[in-house]
C-alpha cells in the first residue's frame, strides 16, 4: 500500500508544476459553461420544462457535468499506451506491483490535483460569481460516493483500452471512439430524458449512464429519495464490480502478447 | 577573413527557481522567483575553414549553447558571432544552407521512413545534384558499409547505425561547416572508432570545418589539430593540442581489485613502488571507490606495462581496468596552471 | 532559396512516404477512420437528440444545422489533415527535439508541419461532402456556378480560420511549460463552431465573432447560401477574416520559435 501511495504522491507532484494549465483550464471551463449556458436556453426558450426537467434543472446537469467532466478523465489509456510504445511497461512487470492498481493510483494523483486545483475552484465560481443555485437534498449529500463509483467505472474503460493498445500499439482511434460513446451515450452531454423514449430505456441498459447521468442527476434532482437513488447507487456498484473483474481477466491475457512479441 | 569569428559572445538564461517538497510547488503556483544563468560568458575565437576543432569542458559548460548560438537557433545575450560574415540568427535560412548539424542522441532523419527515402528528401531540401548525391552516398558506403541498412526504417536502426546516418546526411549537402555535438556519446569502441575516421574522411574530402564537442579525450586525440577548453561559460584554453595532451595523453588510470585489501595495503604498495621506480616516478595512488585502487601514472615518466606487472607479480589482484583520464581532471589541471 | 513550386514538390514528396509508411499500420488506419467516423456522426447526433424535442433551434430547422454541419466538417478537415503536427508541439519543445527543426534551409512551419499527414482527416472531409450534398439537396439549394465558386472561397477562408485558431494555440506552447490545456480549449470550442452563433448574446458574440471567431468557420459563411436575401454585411468580411488571421498567427509562429530557447544538453 505505502508504494502505492508514494506513485500517488509523485504524480500529485508532477501536476503542480503545471501552474499555468489550471487557471486556464479554470478559465477555460468558465467559457464553456457559458457557452452551454446560451446553448441549453436557447433549446428551451420560453418552455417552462422539456422532458420533465426545468431549465435550471437541466443547466445545473451539463454545467456540472462538463466540471467533472476533466476528472472523470483520466488519461490512463494515453497513458499505457505511450508505456507500451516506450517499452517502459515492461519494467513494471519486473517489479511487485499490478499494474492495475499502480495505473490506478498514479491517476488517482492527477485525479486529486484536478479536483482541488480545477473542479472545486469551478464550482465555487459558478455558486458565489454566477450565482447559480445548487439545491440542497439527499442527491447532494450522496454524490461524492456516487462521483467515486464513476470515477472507477471511467478508470476501467479506460483501462480496457490501454490493454487493448497490447494489440494494436495506437491508441488515437480506440480512444477516441471510447471518448465519444463515453460522452454521448452516457449523458454527458445531453440528460438522458432527452433522447427519444426507446433510445433512453436502452442506455439505462448499459454501463456507460452510471458515469455521468448517475452522480449528475443527484446534484440536478437532489430530491428524487432513497427509492431512486439506492437502486442507482447499486447499479454503479454492480459495473464497477463487473468491469473491474472483467478488465482483471483481460489483463492475463494482453500481457501474453507482450510477453510473446517483446513490447 | 575567418569562416567563424566570435567575439566576447555571451548568452544569459533565466530560470525560475523552483522550491522543493510539495508546499514549495504548492507556492510556486502563484509566485516565481528567477535567477539568471550566464551559460556563456564572454567567448572569443576564430575558427578558419577546413580545421577541425575540439570544443570540450565538462558537463554545463556551455558547449551546446554556444553551437546553438552558432547555428542560429538562440539568439546571443550579446558579443559578436559570424559565420561566413553573417549572424546566423538573422539568416537562419540562408545559413543552414551551408551547415550541417548533429545534435547528440536526437536523430534528424524522419523517423518512420526508410534510411534511403531520408536522405532522397534532404537531396531535394538542399537541392544536391544527382551525381553529387551518388558519390557521396558511395563514399559513404565505402567507408562504413552500411548499405544493408538503407531500406530499413531509421526508428529500426540502432543508435550507432543512426548516429552514422545523421553524420553522413550532414555532410551531404557539402556544407561548409559541420557542428557534431557529441557525436560519439553512448556508443561502443568499434562504432567510434568508425565515426572516427568517417568525419576525417569527410572533413578531407571536401575540406570541411569541422567543430566537435565530446566528452571522450579518445575523439579529440583522434581528429583535432586544436582543442578549445571551456567551463563555466569561458575559455580556458584555446590552442594546439599537443600541449594539452601532454596533460591527458600521456596519462592513464590503472584501477586494481587487491586481495585482502586493508587500509595497510596502500601504504607497503606506495612503499613499494616508490622502491622499484623510484622517488621521481609520477605515480600517484588513491582509493576511489569501495576495493578499488586507482593507480595514476604518467607514462611519460613510468610505462604503464611495468607498473602492471610489477604490481601483479607482487600484489594478488582480482581485477584489473585502465582508464584513460577524465574531462574533470582535465579541467582540473588546467586550473591548476598545467599549461602556463 | 526555395520557390512555392520547391515546396508543393518536397511537400509531394515527403508525404508520398510519409503514407507508405503510415500504410503498415493498417489496423491503425482502420480503427482511426471507424474513430473519425463515430467523432463526425456525434455532433449530428446531439442536434438530432435536441431537435426531436423541440422545433426549431434559435430559428433554425435541423436540416439547415445539418447543412451547416457539413460546412464546418470540411472546413476542418485542412486543419485536421496537414496541419495535426501541431498537437504534438509540446512534447518537441519540452524535450528538446524541436531544434532539428531550425537546422533545414526551409521555412519552419511548413518543415514542421510536413512531418504529419492525416490520412483520416481524409475520411472526415468525405464525410462532409457528403453530409453537405445531402443537405442541400433536402433543403432544394440552388447551385449556379457562381454559387459554387463562392462556396469553395469562403471554405478555404474558414479552414484557414480553424488552422489559425488551433495553430495559434498550440503556439502557447514556446511560453508555458503545460500548453496542453490552451489546445485543448480550442479543440473543445470548436465543437461550438457548428451551432449557430445567434444563439449567444452580448460578449460571447462578440467573442467569436472578433476574438476567437468561431464563428467564421461554419456559421456566417454558411448563412451565404442558407439565407442568401438576409446576411449580415460581416458575412461578406469572412475570406479577408481567414487570410488575415493566419497572418496574424503565422507572425505569432515566427516569435515563438525566435524566442524558443530549447531545453539545456
Ligand atoms: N534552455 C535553457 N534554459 C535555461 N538554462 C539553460 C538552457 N540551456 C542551457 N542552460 C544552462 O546553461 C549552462 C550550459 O549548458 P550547455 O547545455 O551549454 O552545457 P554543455 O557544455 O553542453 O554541457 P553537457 O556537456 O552536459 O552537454 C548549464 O548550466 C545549463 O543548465
Ligand atoms: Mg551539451
Request: with cysteine.
Amino acid at each position: 500500500m505505502k508504494s502505492y501511495l508514494a506513485v500517488l504522491r509523485g504524480s500529485f507532484m508532477v501536476g503542480l508544476v503545471y501552474r499555468f494549465g489550471f487557471l486556464f483550464s479554470i478559465a477555460g471551463n468558465i467559457i464553456y459553461m457559458s457557452i452551454t449556458y446560451f446553448l441549453w436556453r436557447s433549446i428551451y426558450q420560453n418552455r417552462e420544462t422539456l422532458r420533465g426537467l426545468t431549465f435550471d434543472q437541466t443547466y445545473i446537469y451539463v454545467a456540472l457535468g462538463s466540471a467533472v467532466f476533466i476528472l472523470l478523465k483520466t488519461y490512463v489509456d494515453w497513458q499505457m499506451s505511450y508505456e507500451i510504445r516506450e517499452g517502459t511497461v515492461a519494467t513494471y512487470l519486473t517489479k511487485p506491483i499490478d499494474l492495475q492498481f499502480y495505473e490506478l493510483f498514479m491517476s488517482l494523483g492527477f485525479f486529486l490535483m484536478s479536483l482541488g486545483a480545477i473542479t472545486i475552484p469551478t464550482i465555487l465560481l459558478l455558486v458565489f460569481v454566477f450565482r447559480i443555485e445548487i439545491p440542497l437534498g439527499l442527491g447532494l449529500a450522496i454524490f461524492p460516493f456516487s462521483l467515486i463509483l464513476a470515477y472507477l467505472l471511467s478508470f476501467c474503460f479506460d483501462y480496457f483500452i490501454g490493454l487493448l493498445c497490447f494489440y494494436t500499439e495506437s491508441v488515437w482511434g480506440l480512444s477516441i471512439t471510447k471518448e465519444i460513446l463515453v460522452t454521448v451515450l452516457s449523458g454527458a452531454l445531453i440528460p438522458l430524458p432527452f433522447f427519444p423514449d426507446v433510445i433512453h430505456k436502452i442506455l439505462l441498459w448499459l454501463p456507460f449512464q452510471a458515469i455521468y447521468y448517475t452522480p449528475l442527476t443527484m446534484v440536478a434532482q437532489p430530491n428524487l429519495g432513497w427509492g431512486t437513488f439506492l437502486p442507482m447507487l447499486a447499479v454503479q456498484l454492480f459495473w464497477v464490480i463487473a468491469l473491474f473483474t472483467l478488465t482483471r481477466l483481460f489483463y492475463n491475457q494482453a500481457i501474453k502478447v507482450l510477453r510473446i512479441s517483446g513490447g | 577573413m575567418s569562416l567563424i569569428h566570435i567575439k566576447d559572445l555571451t548568452k544569459h538564461f533565466k530560470i525560475l527557481n523552483r522550491r522543493e517538497g510539495l508546499s514549495g510547488a504548492f507556492r510556486d503556483l502563484f509566485s516565481g522567483n528567477y535567477r539568471t544563468v550566464e551559460a556563456v560568458a564572454g567567448v572569443s575565437f576564430d575558427i578558419e575553414a577546413g580545421e577541425i576543432v575540439g570544443y570540450i569542458g565538462p558537463n554545463g559548460a556551455g558547449k551546446s549553447t554556444t553551437i546553438k548560438m552558432m547555428t542560429g537557433i538562440l539568439k546571443p545575450t550579446g558579443g559578436m558571432l559570424q559565420v561566413n560574415g553573417l549572424m546566423p540568427y538573422d539568416n537562419r535560412i540562408r545559413q543552414a544552407q551551408i551547415m550541417g548539424v548533429v545534435f547528440g542522441q536526437r536523430t534528424q532523419l524522419w523517423w518512420d521512413l526508410p534510411v534511403i527515402e531520408s536522405f532522397k528528401i534532404l537531396k531535394e531540401i538542399y537541392k544536391v545534384d544527382q551525381k553529387m548525391f551518388d558519390r557521396h552516398m558511395d563514399m559513404f558506403n565505402e567507408l562504413v558499409g552500411l548499405k544493408a541498412l538503407y531500406s530499413q526504417q531509421v526508428r529500426t536502426l540502432s543508435l550507432g547505425q543512426r548516429m552514422l546516418c545523421d553524420i553522413s546526411a550532414s555532410f551531404l549537402h557539402n556544407p561548409q561547416v559541420v557542428f557534431l555535438d557529441e557525436p560519439t556519446i553512448g556508443l561502443d569502441i568499434s562504432i567510434k572508432a568508425k565515426i572516427r575516421s568517417v568525419i576525417k574522411e569527410l572533413n578531407r574530402e571536401h575540406n570541411t570545418t569541422i567543430i566537435l564537442t565530446t566528452h571522450d579525450l579518445g575523439d579529440v586525440e583522434a581528429l583535432c589539430q586544436r582543442i578549445i577548453i571551456i567551463d563555466k561559460g569561458k575559455i580556458l584554453y584555446d590552442g594546439d593540442i599537443k600541449r594539452v595532451n601532454a596533460l591527458f595523453g600521456a596519462y592513464r588510470t590503472l584501477k586494481l581489485q587487491i586481495d585482502d585489501f586493508t587500509a595497510a595495503t596502500l601504504q607497503t604498495l606506495t612503499g613499494k613502488l616508490t622502491e622499484k621506480f623510484g622517488a621521481e616516478h609520477g605515480i600517484s595512488i588513491a582509493e576511489t571507490e569501495e576495493l578499488w585502487t586507482d593507480v595514476t601514472i604518467d607514462q611519460a615518466r613510468t610505462p604503464l606495462s611495468d607498473v602492471l606487472n610489477f604490481v601483479m607479480s607482487n600484489f594478488g589482484v582480482d581485477d584489473v581496468r585502465i582508464v584513460e583520464i577524465s574531462m574533470e581532471n582535465v579541467v582540473r589541471k588546467v586550473y591548476d596552471g598545467a599549461l602556463k | 532559396m526555395h520557390s512555392l513550386k520547391d515546396y508543393l514538390r518536397l511537400y509531394f514528396i515527403i508525404e508520398t512516404q510519409y503514407i507508405k509508411a503510415r500504410m503498415q499500420y493498417r489496423a491503425d488506419f482502420i480503427i482511426s477512420s471507424i474513430g473519425m467516423f463515430f467523432s463526425s456522426l456525434a455532433t449530428l447526433g446531439i442536434f438530432w437528440v435536441i431537435l426531436g424535442s423541440i422545433p426549431d433551434l434559435a430559428g433554425w430547422s435541423f436540416m439547415q444545422l445539418v447543412f451547416i454541419y457539413g460546412f464546418y466538417m470540411i472546413a476542418i478537415s485542412p486543419m485536421q489533415i496537414l496541419f495535426d503536427h501541431i498537437w504534438q508541439i509540446r512534447f518537441h519543445v519540452q524535450q528538446g527535439t524541436f531544434l532539428k527543426y531550425y537546422f533545414r534551409p526551409l521555412n519552419m512551419m511548413f518543415y514542421y508541419m510536413s512531418e504529419m499527414f492525416d490520412i483520416k482527416g481524409l475520411t472526415q472531409l468525405a464525410a462532409g461532402i457528403v453530409i453537405l450534398i445531402y443537405a442541400s439537396i433536402r433543403l432544394d439549394l440552388d447551385w449556379t456556378l457562381p454559387r459554387v465558386a463562392l462556396l469553395l472561397l469562403t471554405l478555404f477562408s474558414a479552414s484557414l480560420v480553424q488552422i489559425s485558431i488551433t495553430v495559434l494555440a498550440g503556439c502557447a506552447a514556446f511560453w508555458v511549460l503545460d500548453a496542453y490545456p490552451v489546445l485543448g480549449l480550442a479543440w473543445k470550442l470548436r465543437e461550438f463552431a457548428p451551432y449557430p452563433m445567434n444563439i449567444f448574446d452580448g460578449a460571447f458574440r462578440f467573442t467569436f465573432t472578433f476574438i476567437i471567431p468561431l464563428g467564421f468557420v461554419a456559421f456566417y459563411p454558411s448563412q451565404l447560401f442558407l439565407q442568401p436575401e438576409d446576411v449580415s454585411s460581416l458575412v461578406y468580411f469572412s475570406p479577408l477574416v481567414g487570410v488575415g488571421l493566419f497572418a496574424l498567427t503565422y507572425w505569432v509562429w515566427t516569435k515563438g520559435v525566435n524566442s524558443y530557447t530549447g531545453t539545456g544538453s
